[in-house]
């Protein structure tokens, strides 16, 4: 987003969007697309004119509201990921994940184990679906990188 944009929208943000005025607004487009626009000749649409206008002036601090959501959103995606690059996993031998940072490292009782996804994992709302596709994919990108390698080499074992 460009500087102007964004001192435009600084100015626009007062006062801060509410959810009635977005509701106001979004039943000012409905209002508008559900009303029946005069024919070619048939003059001035002022009905629509006039919800144009008052979505206009209501417009600015929905896109500050917006972009403020979007910035929080990606705050959280960068949050979310660095959790679960810190929350590492390591596969048992007969199976299953456990989390290496919430699992002791002096753990040596299988009890100990914390499973993966861990709790903390779990509360960025990882479900079983995700872990099995992240896994898949770790699965498929060392396949990937054992096939390049056994590319490089002229397929020598
Ligand atoms: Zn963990």
């Known amino acids: ?8 929208l600084a100015v626009l943000a ?13 039943a000012a487009v409905l209002d508008r697309l559900a009303h029946e626009h005069p024919q070619p000749g048939g003059g001035e649409d002022l009905f629509c004119l006039n919800l144009t206008s008052y979505m206009g002036e209501r417009m600015g601090n929905v896109l500050t509201r917006l972009r403020d959501a979007e910035a929080e959103q990606a705050r959280l995606r960068h949050h979310r990921s660095e959790l679960i690059t810190l929350h590492e996993r390591e596969e048992l031998l007969f199976g299953g994940f456990i989390c290496l940072h919430c699992t002791p490292a002096d ?3 299988p009890d100990d184990n914390v499973y993966w996804p861990c709790p903390s994992l779990r509360a960025v709302g990882m ?15 060392i396949a990937e990188k054992a096939r390049l390698e056994a590319g490089a080499n002229g ?3």
């Open 1 to 8: 987003m460009s500087t102007d944009t964004t001192t435009a």
């Open 14 to 26: 007062n006062p801060p969007s509410s959810d009635a005025s977005i509701e106001d607004l979004a």
């Open 107 to 109: 753990a040596d009782d």
């Open 127 to 141: 479900t079983d679906e995700e872990a099995i596709a992240l896994i898949t994919a770790h699965r498929a990108a």
């Open 155 to 157: 397929g020598a074992v």
